[in-house]
């Protein structure tokens, strides 16, 4: 079993940034692909990013293209988002997420985190 711990939420004014971390304690995380997903009142979970293992390719969501931004550090078993220019309507829960495959992080991963609240004011 893959446990994913998310952290970094909170309420923002619009423009801010913010940074999400999620973390994969054991000795998997080198070897699984991450994404970031996110979850409005009332909407459907949606898909924003994803990254290879060692940080080979990633790919986002038109909605957050060059607003977010993923990374990971396989030392700290780690992936971060890193958020800029946040609008109200970026307000959610923001998912962590994981796969053995590419495709699956980005269209049913197999792993889940908790979720953490995301805040926009305007």
């Known amino acids: 079993q893959v446990q994913l711990v998310e952290s970094g939420g909170g309420l923002v004014q619009a423009g801010a940034s913010l940074r999400l971390s999620c973390v994969v304690p054991?000795?998997?995380?080198?070897?699984?692909?991450m994404g970031w997903f996110r979850q409005a009142p009332g909407k459907e979970r949606e898909f924003l990013a994803a990254?290879?293992?060692?940080?080979?390719?990633?790919y986002y969501e038109d909605s957050v293209k060059g607003r977010f931004s993923i990374s990971r550090d396989n030392a700290k078993n780690t992936v971060y988002l890193q958020m800029n220019s946040l609008k109200p309507e970026d307000t959610a829960v923001y998912y962590c997420?994981?796969?053995?495959?590419?495709?699956?992080?980005?269209?049913?991963?197999?792993?889940w985190g908790q979720g953490t609240q995301v805040t926009v004011s305007s």
């Open positions: 997420a994981a796969d053995i495959f590419y495709t699956g992080v980005r269209t049913n991963p197999a792993y």
């Open positions: 990254i290879g293992r060692n940080s080979d390719n990633t």
């Open positions: 054991g000795r998997t995380f080198s070897s699984i692909v």
